[in-house]
């Protein structure tokens, strides 16, 4: 009897976990260019993120700058710093924070070089 409730149980266990929504898709940021090359253009692109928030995305390196971004229905954004950021030789993060009440959450990052 206890081996039949054990297998019902199980059985049940599993069912429900097939049932279970599929896991939410982690955010991630990606750079146009991992090595880049001193005058080139570099843009940023995110998925995954909850549609509709604002986050603080910040690069950080020999020149940083940092702005606030609002994610798209879709989940995603993309960012052009065009003329603002200049760009000099080094390693730079990107990362995108969620900012609350108890302060900033990293939700991605993503790192990349200019000039090396």
């Known amino acids: ?3 039949k409730l054990l297998a019902t149980f199980m059985a049940l266990t599993l069912a429900f976990s ?11 940021i990606t750079v146009s260019c991992n090595a880049c090359a001193l005058d080139e253009h570099i843009s ?5 993120f909850k549609q509709g928030i604002s986050v ?5 390196g020999p020149g940083s700058r ?3 971004v609002n994610i798209d229905s879709s989940g995603g954004f993309d960012v052009d710093f ?4 200049d760009y000099q030789k080094g390693s730079y993060t ?6 609350g009440r108890k302060g900033a959450t990293p939700l991605a990052s993503s ?5 090396l």
């Not at 940023?44 to 995954?48: E, K, L, N, R």
């Not at 603080?56 to 950080?60: D, G, H, M, R, T």
């Not at 790192?111 to 000039?115: I, L, S």
């Open 82 to 85: 065009g003329g603002l950021l």
């Open 111 to 115: 790192a990349f070089t200019v000039g």
């Open 66 to 68: 940092a702005i606030n």
């Open 94 to 99: 990107v990362t995108a924070y969620s900012v």
């Open 56 to 60: 603080y995305l910040s690069v950080e």
């Open 18 to 28: 097939a049932m279970a929504a599929p896991p939410k898709p982690q955010p991630i």
């Open 1 to 3: 009897m206890k081996h």
């Open 44 to 48: 940023y692109t995110g998925s995954g």
